[in-house]
């Protein structure tokens, strides 16, 4: 999208209408999921470890009292953790169909885990977020200096960060569009 002259845009506005985006209205905010944050570092594959992070989540269903029936569930790289309509958000969720009461995530049966991916921007740590204190840049966004992240960075962050997960004994994982 390119502006006009009499158009401008500041990080620190919105950012210009997008066509690929839902409505503002359905799009999630730090009120309708769940944040973990964690100060201590997170190991990388193929970059120094962040020095702390936080994870945007969302769940479904309830989790058993032998912590047997979780199912992690992977977003596409740029799908928030919305998977699914919640209370604090009732607007369809990107695999609506297929979460819920007798459909194939039955949530009558299972505690289902959506995560958003690590570098994402729907409320996990990124590019736009501040450097945090005691790192070089500290204060800045880390923008392209943002460690490189692989798919089991990813996928790691999801199973060892949420305290919730910590000490399930995970039934399943599933993703919508990364091969794992």
């Given amino acids: 999208m390119t502006l006009t002259d009499d158009q401008s845009f500041s990080p620190l506005l919105s950012p210009p209408s997008c066509p690929f985006l839902p409505p503002i ?22 970059s120094k470890p962040l020095p702390s992070f936080q994870v945007a989540y969302e769940t479904w269903g309830t989790l058993n009292e032998a912590k047997s029936n979780t199912i992690l569930l992977h977003t596409g790289l740029s799908a928030s953790s919305h998977a699914a309509s919640t209370p604090a958000n009732p607007a369809p969720g990107w695999w609506e169909k297929f979460i819920g009461p007798g459909k194939a995530l039955d949530t009558n049966k299972f505690f289902i885990v959506c995560c958003n991916a690590l570098g994402g921007c729907y409320g996990t740590t990124g590019p736009a977020d501040l450097i945090p204190a005691g790192t070089e840049g500290e204060g800045e966004r880390w923008g392209t200096r943002f460690p490189v992240v692989s798919i089991f960075d990813m996928v790691s962050l999801s199973f060892r960060s949420i305290p919730v997960c910590q000490s399930c004994c995970w039934r399943s994982e599933r993703s919508c569009s990364v091969c794992l």
């Fill in 25 to 46: 209205s359905q799009q999630p905010s730090p009120s309708t999921y769940q944040i973990y944050y964690h100060d201590g570092p997170l190991p990388l594959t193929y």
